[in-house]
């Protein structure tokens, strides 16, 4: 996993938020759905994800979500907290795909909030997810 560099002190628009990548496995894919109480069998059984047209089982949407939000804390590190997050699931994730997390500087709405565009792909380029996210940073 990439460490994030330190925010400069002027935020710009279009500045890069660095990089976080994430390998799920399907022991995490079960896990994840156990603490979650989330019961649709496609995320912990072969069987009835590959009867519904998946190679194997697949990552839940939260755990997608879960990934884009530890990227934004990473980004804003101590000097902030994530307000905001909304994605979007363009693209199954299965166990063993490096989901690469990305975004930008959207642009900053005030003295402390942060708007940023975010992304999610795998190994070969296909986009997993795309969101948008805000930073409120302390003074």
């Not at 994730?93 to 792909?121: I, N, S």
Request: aromatic share 6%; net charge negative.
């Amino acid at each position: 996993m990439e460490k994030i560099k330190d925010i400069p002190e002027q935020i710009e628009n279009g500045a890069p938020l660095g990089t976080l990548v994430k390998s799920p496995d399907v022991k995490q894919i079960f896990m994840f759905s156990a603490i979650t109480w989330n019961r649709h069998a496609i995320h912990y059984s072969r069987e009835i994800a590959r009867s519904e047209g998946h190679s194997d089982v697949v990552v839940q949407r939260a755990l997608i979500g879960n990934f884009l939000a530890q990227f934004l804390e990473q980004w804003a590190q101590e000097r902030g907290e994530v307000e905001r997050l909304e994605w979007k699931v363009i693209h199954s994730a299965m166990p063993g795909d490096e989901l690469t997390c990305t975004g930008a500087v959207k642009q900053t709405t005030d003295c402390c909030r942060v708007e940023c565009d975010l992304q999610m792909v795998n190994q070969t380029g296909d986009v997993i997810a795309k969101g948008s996210g805000t930073v409120r940073l302390d003074q």
